[in-house]
């Protein structure tokens, strides 16, 4: 389904994270101290998050990706709780980019040369069953295979195609996904996070102040997420031509350095 990318000098209004909830916190009695400079007041027992911040800081994060993704880099999507891991699908397939939905495997970053093993029988046996090749093997043996495709599949399936560690993350719910953080942490991949009232805002590099339990919430931020990546893909040739027309002729080089380049007249911001 075609859609209209987000205007990337305010890719999320005040107006739209009202409408979303996104304002809507944890319980006051469950809240974590350090998020106090993103929480505007308290109604009902529930902490209000200050929408002015998170559209703020939205935007810093979007710049970011965009301009991580335009030089090449991948952003790896993490949401194991249920009313996120469909978004997470959609959302990051629609970007070209990679996702974690189901339980987070110790060492999906760390040790990622393991993972990648993984990867590699998961093509096998896709490429046993396309072909023909458990057609000629014996009942028992075909569903011992699919049992283990189905299972590879299941929890690295949305790796795919993913060579190395990726050069970012972003985190549905960083309290929930705690292995994943500190595995990204220890390597030193950015993590971008919906990082809620009861959360530790230390653990991530860029904070975006918000409900990450509502559905609604959930799916616009991940959704302008995913447009900060394909905005991004879209950027990848003009950097690949400026770090031609940089380039003293006859000499190579390594990768561009990070411009941030607005198609819509805007003012980039590093």
């Given at each position: 389904?075609?859609?209209?990318?987000?205007?990337?000098?305010?890719?999320?209004?005040?107006?739209?994270?009202?409408?979303?909830?996104?304002?809507?916190?944890?319980?006051?009695?469950?809240?974590?101290?350090?998020?106090?400079?993103?929480?505007?007041?308290?109604?009902?027992?529930?902490?209000?998050?200050?929408?002015?911040?998170?559209?703020?800081?939205?935007?810093?994060?979007?710049?970011?990706?965009?301009?991580?993704?335009?030089?090449?880099?991948?952003?790896?999507?993490?949401?194991?709780?249920?009313?996120?891991?469909?978004?997470?699908?959609?959302?990051?397939?629609?970007?070209?980019?990679?996702?974690?939905?189901?339980?987070?495997?110790?060492?999906?970053?760390?040790?990622?040369?393991?993972?990648?093993?993984?990867?590699?029988?998961?093509?096998?046996?896709e490429r046993m069953?396309?072909?023909?090749?458990?057609?000629?093997?014996?009942?028992?043996?075909?569903?011992?295979?699919?049992?283990?495709?189905?299972?590879?599949?299941?929890?690295?399936?949305?790796?795919?195609?993913?060579?190395?560690?990726?050069?970012?993350?972003?985190?549905?719910?960083?309290?929930?996904?705690?292995?994943?953080?500190?595995?990204a942490k220890r390597?030193?991949?950015?993590?971008?996070?919906?990082?809620?009232?009861?959360?530790?805002?230390?653990?991530?590099?860029?904070?975006?102040?918000?409900?990450?339990?509502?559905?609604?919430?959930?799916?616009?931020?991940?959704?302008?997420?995913?447009?900060?990546?394909?905005?991004?893909a879209a950027r990848?040739?003009?950097?690949?031509?400026?770090?031609?027309?940089?380039?003293?002729?006859?000499?190579?080089?390594?990768?561009?350095?990070?411009?941030?380049?607005?198609?819509?007249?805007?003012?980039?911001?590093?």
């Amino acid at each position: 389904m075609n859609r209209t990318i987000r205007n990337a000098e305010e890719p999320l209004s005040v107006k739209e994270l009202f409408e979303a909830g996104v304002h809507f916190g944890h319980q006051t009695k469950r809240w974590n101290p350090k998020m106090r400079p993103y929480i505007y007041g308290a109604r009902s027992g529930i902490h209000i998050v200050d929408l002015d911040q998170t559209a703020r800081l939205f935007k810093r994060a979007f710049d970011f990706l965009s301009e991580t993704v335009a030089r090449g880099g991948s952003v790896l999507f993490v949401g194991t709780k249920r009313q996120a891991q469909e978004i997470v699908r959609e959302e990051a397939r629609r970007a070209g980019m990679y996702f974690v939905t189901n339980r987070w495997l110790g060492g999906t970053l760390t040790n990622f040369r393991t993972i990648k093993g993984g990867l590699d029988r998961l093509r096998t046996l896709e490429r046993m069953k396309e072909d023909g090749t458990y057609s000629q093997l014996p009942k028992k043996e075909t569903v011992q295979l699919e049992k283990e495709r189905t299972r590879l599949e299941k929890y690295i399936g949305g790796l795919k195609g993913m060579g190395a560690v990726p050069q970012a993350i972003f985190v549905i719910d960083p309290a929930q996904e705690t292995i994943a953080v500190s595995e990204a942490k220890r390597l030193g991949v950015p993590i971008v996070a919906i990082t809620d009232t009861n959360c530790d805002p230390d653990m991530v590099d860029y904070v975006i102040p918000g409900n990450d339990d509502a559905i609604r919430s959930v799916r616009l931020i991940c959704g302008a997420v995913a447009d900060a990546c394909v905005y991004g893909a879209a950027r990848r040739r003009d950097y690949q031509n400026q770090r031609n027309d940089a380039q003293p002729q006859g000499q190579g080089g390594d990768r561009p350095q990070a411009q941030v380049i607005y198609n819509r007249g805007g003012r980039g911001e590093n």
